[in-house]
């Protein structure tokens, strides 16, 4: 199977702030993909993935955070550990079926796409969450 390649990048997607321009986040998702993409030579595979999270992020958000998400005044500090950890690895596992998808672009191998989707999933879920807790601000 090779290497674990964790795909730490994920984190920006879920440090990224919450009220900013929707269409900076979407150009920043491009470019940091863009980046990613120039140097491993994959063909816009992480760029066509971040952009497409980056995308679908608010309703992920609205999906871990209930309501609470929609009002100005939401933070992650008021949000449960679990809660932070479900949007992580939502991000994470969306994240990685459509890069795999592309990556392989067959439906045929749909056992592969999920072990390696389980596989690297575990890997990046669990390095994000250590750079997170690393990282994050006390909130309690």
Same mark, same amino acid.
């Given at each position: 199977?090779?290497?674990?390649?964790?795909?730490?990048?994920?984190?920006? &997607?879920?440090?990224?702030?919450?009220?900013?321009?929707?269409? =900076?986040?979407? +150009? =920043?998702?491009? +470019?940091?993909?863009?980046?990613?993409? %120039?140097?491993?030579?994959?063909?816009?595979?992480?760029?066509?993935?971040?952009?497409?999270?980056?995308?679908?992020?608010?309703?992920?958000?609205?999906?871990? %955070?209930?309501?609470?998400?929609?009002?100005?005044?939401?933070?992650?500090?008021?949000?449960?550990?679990?809660?932070?950890?479900? %949007? &992580?690895?939502?991000?994470?596992?969306?994240?990685?079926?459509?890069?795999?998808?592309?990556?392989? +672009?067959?439906?045929?191998?749909?056992?592969?796409?999920?072990?390696?989707?389980?596989?690297?999933?575990?890997?990046? %879920?669990?390095?994000? +969450? &250590?750079?997170?807790? &690393?990282?994050?601000?006390?909130?309690?």
């Amino acid at each position: 199977m090779g290497v674990i390649n964790p795909m730490i990048y994920i984190i920006f &997607l879920y440090w990224y702030p919450l009220r900013e321009n929707i269409a =900076v986040f979407l +150009l =920043v998702s491009f +470019l940091l993909g863009f980046t990613i993409d %120039f140097f491993s030579d994959t063909m816009a595979i992480h760029s066509a993935a971040i952009v497409t999270v980056a995308f679908a992020r608010p309703v992920l958000m609205r999906f871990c %955070f209930g309501a609470n998400f929609e009002f100005q005044g939401f933070t992650f500090k008021n949000t449960t550990r679990v809660q932070r950890m479900t %949007f &992580l690895g939502l991000l994470t596992v969306f994240h990685h079926l459509i890069f795999f998808s592309l990556e392989l +672009l067959s439906f045929s191998h749909f056992l592969l796409i999920l072990k390696k989707v389980f596989m690297t999933g575990i890997a990046t %879920f669990l390095i994000c +969450l &250590l750079l997170s807790s &690393l990282f994050a601000k006390e909130t309690e």
